[in-house]
């Protein structure tokens, strides 16, 4: 039989069968396991998708609106416009806050990074005691800077606290200081706290990227008689740039963003010498009960950690 003989013969059973049989052709299976996936992928999505519109989209959206008005947080309230944002550039009390938030991110995040760092270089090998010791520098940031606070609260006593004790044993101060009540000491008090207590996050996040870069180029560079700050220099610092820039985002924000130490150490005191930003709000909210104005002023500061933050990444981008 011919070629095309047989063609026509295929043709004609396989109409034949289809007709005996009473059936459609059959959808594409790759069709139906497409739409599947779709609705499978918007049933996972929808969950987060709610809780993100509940939690953060409606209230930034009513936060907009309390900025509009003068709400005194009890009794009535009244749209007043822009007025709220126009006052800012004349609010001392808030433009001394910000820029004491500077000094405080400025001195903060220079030894978090050198810290961390160091801790990361102790235990990013698999040498005995290096899990120990990763527990250990750990430990401060999971006990978080509120129990620190309280801690150092009592430990920061003249006369009685361990910080006095021990200084005063080694001769530095008189056992007597007041540290709490003065601004340059407070601060610096607040400062090595704060880098004691939250080097360990960037220890975790370095400690990462050095466990990825080969042993073997290590090795490379030793036998060619480089050091070891030239090895670091030269090899671990340009390989762990992306762990070493979200450090410094991660460190930048939480100091424009501080808030638990301060309120409770120096309540912003002596006076207003250690206000930062968030405490100045709090107060304006809560205190003198002008939540309108302390919502504009937070909108501000979350414009304004959105774009020195969009600076840093453009800063720290990793360029080719």
Do not use: C, K
Not at 17 to 22: D, L, P, V
Not at 119 to 130: E, P
Not at 223 to 245: C, H, N
């Amino acid at each position: 039989m011919s070629a095309p003989a047989q063609a026509a013969g295929a043709g004609a059973s396989a109409a034949a069968g289809a007709a005996a049989g009473g059936r459609a052709p059959r959808r594409s299976a790759s069709h139906g396991s497409l739409t599947h996936r779709e609705r499978t992928g918007v049933l996972l999505v929808l969950p987060a998708v709610a809780m993100v519109s509940v939690f953060v989209l409606l209230p930034l959206v009513l936060a907009v609106g309390i900025s509009f008005t003068n709400w005194p947080l009890i009794g009535d309230y009244e749209l007043i416009g822009l007025q709220n944002f126009t006052a800012i550039a004349q609010d001392t009390a808030f433009l001394q806050a910000v820029g004491y938030t500077l000094l405080y991110t400025a001195i903060v995040t220079g030894p978090i990074l050198v810290v961390g760092y160091l801790m990361a270089v102790v235990v990013r090998t698999n040498r005995r005691g290096s899990t120990a010791l990763r527990t250990l520098f750990f430990l401060p940031y999971v006990i978080g800077l509120s129990t620190l606070s309280f801690m150092l609260v009592l430990e920061a006593q003249p006369g009685s606290g361990a910080v006095n004790l021990l200084l005063g044993a080694l001769g530095i101060t008189d056992g007597q200081t007041a540290w709490l009540v003065d601004a340059g000491l407070a601060t610096g008090l607040i400062t090595v706290l704060v880098v004691w207590g939250v080097s360990g996050l960037t220890m975790i996040l370095l400690v990462s990227g050095m466990q990825s870069v080969p042993r073997e180029v290590h090795e490379s560079a030793e036998m060619d008689g480089a050091t070891w700050w030239q090895r670091e220099r030269r090899i671990v610092i340009p390989m762990i740039r992306r762990p070493i820039a979200m450090s410094l985002v991660l460190s930048v924000i939480g100091s424009f963003l501080a808030f638990t130490q301060f309120f409770i150490l120096t309540q912003g005191g002596p006076g207003t010498s250690t206000t930062p930003v968030v405490l100045n709000i709090y107060n304006r909210a809560f205190v003198q009960l002008q939540v309108g104005a302390a919502t504009a002023l937070s909108l501000a500061l979350v414009l304004v950690v959105g774009l020195v933050t969009a600076a840093q990444f453009w800063l720290l981008r990793e360029r080719d």
